[in-house]
Every structure is written in structure tokens, then in C-alpha cells.
């Protein structure tokens, strides 16, 4: 037997394990991202500053900017930028930032830097948004930095080079290669549906259905049926037999999309199929199902006062994965503005108006324009509302970029004291004291979108389901007959947008639909 060194009498100790540990992580470090630079490749490269060193020169020759795993490094170069355009120096609880005389130009949000301004700590955690001369928008931060995690194929649309992206991919990579239930969890808006796609795109179930079932929107009478099926004749209206979400999904993937909605009733139905694997359907037997369930949500499910069986809860969350608020790597926004922008330009065709080296300088000043506005924003609707931003200016624009006035509102209110900001509406409201005309207008000027819809009237989202499956006048993208949309697409001819406004359904929840039918190729 091989001795250890203290077996051998060795003096020396070894460290803890803590401190081994402690070892692989490295100390918050200052980093500078490029959020918008001409050449546009360029977007999400980051730049690690020096720990050791007290002052750094940021400016057209450094520091060199890489992405992550990649050694190919290089300055900024860009001819409107000073070789001295900043400089950067510790200070104690902070930084120092200072623009030489005769630099080019500085400005961080609401002000310009003439000479000297001290940035604290708690700043520099948020980040600092820097828009050099003209044409370079960067992100000073401080984070934590952790070891750059192995390279995965980038699942589409997870868009982002920032260390907090590198542990999602990494995340949804080992849940892949898993078969454990997996729960996504993470406010709304962050790209939770694109996370179980992902898992199940790079799964061993790839070549299976992947199933989508919205929870809150299944009314408790219905749910035994929707789920798991039923045969002719099962119950009054059961005038064909129908699969079901649970044997639709079989051999594939199950996703249970806004599970903290479940009614209380569902709840117990969907433990059992979970724990046996086994259903119950409707007028029929039971049967084996052979499937791979995914769940989310944006709701507290271990909260005191929630109503989620815990049972449940558990059962769902064999594997966990948060995913982070858009305000927690901001470091990313510039790679997804752009990637947003791109695909609403080719919805649009309107390539010409975006950027690239070759634009004329007042064409990219413009552009770098709205890339600082955009990275100064807090975006309480994560990339969601980012994505739903892009698209508005691509729409507003004509041959250069135009923030459009609803959008200005919004990046405006943010610096709004908090007693002048509009009061939400009190929560909760009864859905019986909301008139027909007030829930019609709600509808229509939220573009029958039921979170925004729900938030607005200050109401559950199962209320809106339930207002919705109770009503005459509106229905889900989902239960629109084929031959009906056919003819309203043709009529449109094949403008979803305008086909949704005629059916008074949801554009995104009706794009999920075509997209998942093959009709729509990209969206």
C-alpha cells in the first residue's frame, strides 16, 4: 500500500479540501465586453483586465478582445477611437475612470465624461455602459469568472458568450445526455421553451414527437381527456376518439410548459402518470406510455402560500435548471440585440438596414445609438421583450434605425422615481368584476397575449384561459380548425401576423403552431 505523506511522517499539511475547491474559482474580475462595434462579428468579444496591474489604457489599441476558448486576440481598431481613450484605475471600493485630454468622446447613460468619475463597487456589479467616440459600446462589469467550461454546440437561439451562458449550455448539454425528468425554472421571458427544445434536440429521443402541453390552459374538466386520452363515445361531446398529450408524446418527449398553473384538481392525475408511467384513458384501459417529461415555470413553487403539491414538485424536478434573469449577464445583450435584429430583418427583408464595416459613419453612429440605449435598460421581460424590441425598430425603420416612441417610453421609465411611476393594478381582481368591454379592449391592445393580458387586468393567467374558454368570441391558436386557418392565411396571403388580429389568437402562439406543422419554415 502506497503511503500518504502524513502516514510518511511529513510535517507539511495539506490543504482543505475548501481550499481546493475555493482554488478552481477566480476572484471577481473586471471585464469589458464589446456590445456594438462595426464589424458586427466582433459583438460579445470580452477583454479580462489585468487583476495585477492598478491602471489599464482602454482604446484603439487595447486592450485585446477575445471570445471565450479562443486565443485569437485583437484590439479594438477603430480609426475614431483614441489610442488614450480611457483610463481605468483601482481605487479602494471602486474605480477610476479618466478621459485624457483631446480624447475622443465618453458617455456612460444620462451623462457625458469630461474628466474624472469614481464608479463604486455595487456599480461596477451592474455593469457600466460606455459608448466610445461614435461607433464602440462596451460593458464595464466586475463578476465572478469561473473556468471556461468545455465548448457544446450552441443549441439555436441560445445566444451568448458570457461565462453565465457557458454554464447553461454546459447544463443543458449534461441534460441531454441524460433521461431524468428535467424542471426549467426562471422569471418570465428568459427562453425557457427554447431550453427544453434544446434538451430535446440533443437527447437520445431526438428522433420522437416533442409534445408541448400549456398546464394552465387545460380546464380541469377536460384535463383526463387532453392528457391521456379518450375513446368514441367516453362522455357527452366525445364524438371521436382522441390520443392525448401523454401518448402523442410516446417514444419522445412530454413538455409541460407554465406547470405552476396546474389546476389543484390535475395535480393528483399527473403525480400518478408521472410516478407509473401509466394512464388511464378515458373509456378505455390503462397503458405503458414511454416518455420523457420536461416542465416549466416562473412561479415560486416552494413558496409558503403556493399551492403546488409538493409531492408533485419533487417528482418533476429529478434534474434543475434556473435560468438566469437577462439582468445577470447583461454582458450578452449586444450578441442577442443582434441576432434579434437579424432575424426580424430577414421577416422583413430589410437587410440593407442593418450594420456592417463598410456603412457610412453616420450610419453606424446611429446604430451604436441604439445599441447603449438598449444595454442601459433593465429588461423586467428578459429577452422575450428584447426580442419583441428588436422587431419594433426593424418595423419602425426607414433607411437608418428609429427607436420607436412606445419603446422610448418604456427605456424612460426607468429612471423615474418610484412615486411617480404608475401604480400597477391591485392583486388580485376578480375576473367576474371585469366587464365584457374591458376585457375586449384588454385583449385587443395586448394582441391576445394572455401574460400580458393577465398582468394588465391584474388577474391569474388560468382566469384568462378560463375568460377565454368560456367566451364565444375568442378561442386558442391551438383549437382553430386546419380548414379555418388555411382560409384566413390564404386571405393574408400567409401574413401571421394579420391572420392572428382576424382569429383574435395569439401571433406567437399561433407561429408555435405552424412552426411545429412545418408551415412556417422560420419565425
Not at 482602454?58 to 471570445?67: M, T, Y
Not at 386520452?229 to 407554465?258: C, P, Q, W, Y
Not at 429612471?415 to 393594478?425: A, I, K, T, Y
Amino acid at each position: 500500500m502506497t503511503k500518504t505523506p502524513d502516514m510518511q511522517g511529513s510535517e507539511e499539511t495539506l490543504p482543505s479540501l475548501a481550499d481546493v475547491v475555493a482554488r478552481t474559482e477566480q476572484a471577481p474580475q473586471l471585464q469589458c465586453t464589446i456590445l456594438f462595434h462595426p464589424q458586427t462579428e466582433r459583438i460579445g468579444q470580452h477583454a479580462v483586465l489585468d487583476k495585477v496591474a492598478s491602471e489599464w489604457v482602454v482604446g484603439r489599441q487595447g486592450p485585446l478582445f477575445s471570445r471565450a476558448g479562443n486565443n485569437d486576440a485583437e484590439p479594438l481598431a477603430d480609426p475614431y477611437v483614441s489610442r488614450r481613450a480611457l483610463l481605468v484605475t483601482t481605487r479602494p471600493g471602486g474605480v477610476l475612470l479618466c478621459k485624457p485630454r483631446r480624447a475622443s468622446r465618453c458617455r456612460l447613460p444620462g451623462q457625458e465624461l469630461h474628466d474624472e468619475l469614481f464608479l463604486d463597487d455595487a456599480t461596477l456589479e451592474r455593469g457600466v455602459v460606455l459608448l466610445l467616440s461614435h461607433s464602440i459600446v462596451l460593458l464595464l462589469r466586475r463578476c465572478a469568472s469561473f473556468p471556461v467550461v468545455r465548448q457544446r454546440p450552441e443549441a439555436d437561439g441560445m445566444i451568448g458568450d458570457s461565462a453565465v451562458m457557458q454554464t447553461l449550455r454546459e447544463q443543458v448539454y449534461r441534460a441531454s445526455t441524460s433521461d431524468l425528468d428535467v424542471l426549467i425554472r426562471g422569471e418570465t421571458g428568459v427562453g425557457k421553451e427554447l431550453v427544453a427544445q434544446a434538451i430535446h434536440a440533443g437527447s437520445g429521443r431526438s428522433a420522437g414527437p416533442l409534445v408541448t402541453v400549456n398546464m394552465a390552459a387545460v380546464p380541469a374538466s377536460l384535463a383526463a381527456s387532453q392528457l391521456f386520452g379518450n375513446t368514441r363515445g367516453a362522455f357527452s361531446g366525445a364524438s371521436s376518439a382522441r390520443a392525448g398529450s401523454f401518448r402523442e408524446a410516446h417514444g419522445g418527449t412530454l413538455f409541460l410548459d407554465e406547470i405552476g398553473d396546474t389546476p389543484e384538481e390535475v395535480q393528483p392525475l399527473l403525480l400518478r402518470a408521472l410516478q407509473q408511467r401509466e394512464i388511464q384513458v378515458v373509456g378505455g384501459g390503462t397503458e405503458r406510455v414511454d416518455v420523457r417529461v420536461l416542465s416549466a415555470t416562473d412561479a415560486g413553487l416552494d413558496d409558503a402560500d403556493c399551492s403546488f403539491k409538493s409531492a408533485l414538485r419533487h417528482r418533476l424536478g429529478s434534474m434543475e435548471i434556473l435560468l438566469p434573469s437577462l439582468r445577470e449577464h447583461p454582458e450578452d445583450i449586444g450578441s442577442l440585440l443582434m441576432h434579434f435584429l437579424r432575424r426580424a430583418s430577414d421577416r422583413e427583408q430589410r437587410a440593407d438596414l442593418l450594420p456592417h464595416a463598410q456603412s457610412e459613419p453616420l450610419h453606424l453612429a446611429r446604430w451604436a445609438s441604439v445599441f447603449f440605449r438598449f444595454a442601459h435598460y433593465h429588461w423586467p421581460g428578459n429577452v422575450r421583450q428584447l426580442e419583441n424590441y428588436a422587431a419594433q425598430v426593424v418595423v419602425a425603420s426607414d433607411r437608418s434605425p428609429i427607436i420607436p416612441a412606445p419603446v422610448l417610453r418604456a427605456f424612460e421609465g426607468i429612471s423615474q422615481p418610484e412615486e411617480e411611476r404608475p401604480p400597477s393594478p391591485a392583486r388580485p381582481r376578480r375576473m367576474k368584476d371585469i366587464s365584457d368591454s374591458e376585457f375586449d379592449e384588454v385583449m385587443s391592445g395586448n394582441g391576445y397575449e394572455v401574460n400580458p393580458v393577465a398582468e394588465k387586468l391584474g388577474v391569474t393567467r388560468q382566469a384568462v384561459y378560463r375568460r377565454i374558454d368560456k367566451s364565444g368570441a375568442y378561442c386558442l391558436a391551438s383549437e382553430v380548425s386546419a380548414r379555418r386557418l388555411r382560409a384566413v392565411l390564404s386571405r393574408h396571403a400567409g401574413d401571421v401576423a394579420a391572420t392572428a388580429a382576424e382569429l383574435k389568437v395569439s401571433e406567437s402562439a399561433l407561429k408555435a403552431r405552424l412552426r411545429a406543422a412545418g408551415t412556417l419554415a422560420d419565425c
